[in-house]
């Protein structure tokens, strides 16, 4: 069934911004939406593909879409990256909206321009880079684009997501993927379809294969022993990309498989937590 509404309206409040912020902080998300009309043709995917956004992120802007279908004409909201706009109750500060949302305060803060605002508290409505809409609340819904496992087998997490305590380097360091434990040799798979952006040596990471999913998505899979796919070539899900190694700078001596998440952001291709993606397919 074909919906037909206005569309949606966000009002939004604009920041005081220093002139000094103003050198260091990009504009405010939300001051940066775009319009879009429907044209013959286009459904929510498409649109967010053109965009280079997930489907989540526009139902999360555009009621008018959250039934599935879209008339012709109707003029929908489009953000400038993945995220959602929420409300923040009186009285909740930066850091309490960062915890709630796993996102790192001080990026929290910049992608809303560097609001000055009293004693750390938010302006009444934020937008949260990488979190992804759902209709029960925040919990990132199944995505349907990267729904595979890189090994044949699910693997133990050496090395988690995050900032976290090295095992061996006993600092305090921030680690931008996984390292699933596999012996040298087993086979790595693409868990989507995407294409090859970068195949070969690259630095710390060795061997490695880059793949760039439709809707802003990108994967990393390093320290590989043989790459068996070139760059620019099209990757279907499940793929064979190459095997496990430890080219490069591995954190550890035992063969293993650094696997990155990664969303296309204004600051180029951001780390986000696999994690997500991992209780969706092993749930």
Not at 14 to 21: D, G, H, K, L, V
Not at 168 to 187: R, Y
Not at 201 to 215: A, E
Request: net charge neutral; with cysteine.
């Amino acid at each position: 069934m074909q919906v037909n509404a206005q569309p949606q309206r966000i009002k939004v409040p604009t920041p005081s911004i220093s002139e000094e912020a103003q050198k260091v902080c990009p504009p405010p998300a939300l001051s940066r939406l775009q319009r879009h009309t429907v044209a013959p043709g286009e459904t929510i995917e498409s649109i967010a593909e053109q965009y280079n956004l997930i489907p989540p992120t526009l139902l999360a802007f555009n009621r008018v879409l959250q039934k599935g279908q879209v008339t012709v004409g109707t003029e929908i909201v489009i953000p400038p990256y993945n995220g959602i706009a929420v409300k923040i109750p009186n009285g909740k500060t930066w850091k309490n909206v960062a915890e709630n949302y796993n996102i790192r305060a001080d990026a929290l803060y910049e992608v809303n321009g560097c609001p000055e605002t009293p004693a750390q508290q938010t302006p009444e409505i934020v937008f949260l880079p990488g979190v992804n809409w759902s209709p029960g609340g925040k919990t990132p819904p199944k995505i349907s684009l990267l729904t595979g496992y890189p090994l044949p087998f699910e693997a133990r997490v050496i090395l988690g997501y995050g900032w976290l305590l090295h095992p061996i380097k006993n600092q305090v360091v921030f680690h931008s993927g996984l390292d699933l434990i596999a012996d040298s040799g087993t086979s790595v798979f693409s868990i989507g379809k995407g294409i090859v952006a970068f195949a070969g040596k690259q630095g710390n990471y060795g061997n490695l294969v880059v793949i760039n999913h439709i809707s802003g998505k990108q994967t990393r899979y390093a320290h590989l022993d043989s790459i068996n796919v070139k760059t620019g070539q099209k990757i279907e899900q499940a793929e064979l990309l190459g095997t496990v190694g430890q080219t490069g700078q591995p954190d550890f001596e035992e063969a293993h498989l650094h696997f990155e998440i990664r969303y296309n952001s204004p600051l180029g291709w951001v780390a986000e937590n696999p994690n997500s993606y991992m209780e969706v397919i092993f749930k």
